[in-house]
């Protein structure tokens, strides 16, 4: 929920067209924090869990645990502004 959410907000500011500074560190931060949370908590429990183990699980972690919620909020963000008149 966390990451479509701010899916949802990364792309409420980019269409938005207002960037203005706060806006702007806020979303700075946000995808920081998501950063470096999906690496701390997706990506290294992967590699550890799978330390001997070939392949490239921590990335399909990753990208279903991660990558797939964030980009259906934003797309969810564009759905929505393609129904507003």
């Not at 995808?31 to 399909?60: M, N």
């Not at 972690?61 to 990558?67: G, R, Y």
Request: hydrophobic share 50%.
């Amino acid at each position: 929920m966390v990451l479509l959410s701010s899916g949802f907000f990364t792309a409420d500011f980019l269409l938005s067209g207002v960037y203005t500074w706060p806006r702007t560190s806020r979303i700075v931060g946000l995808t920081i924090t998501l950063v470096v949370l999906s690496y701390e908590f997706v990506y290294k429990e992967q590699r550890a869990r799978h330390a001997g183990l070939r392949g490239d699980r921590p990335l399909s972690a990753l990208l279903f645990s991660c990558v797939i919620p964030y980009t259906i909020g934003a797309l969810a963000l564009v759905a929505l502004s393609r129904l507003a008149p």
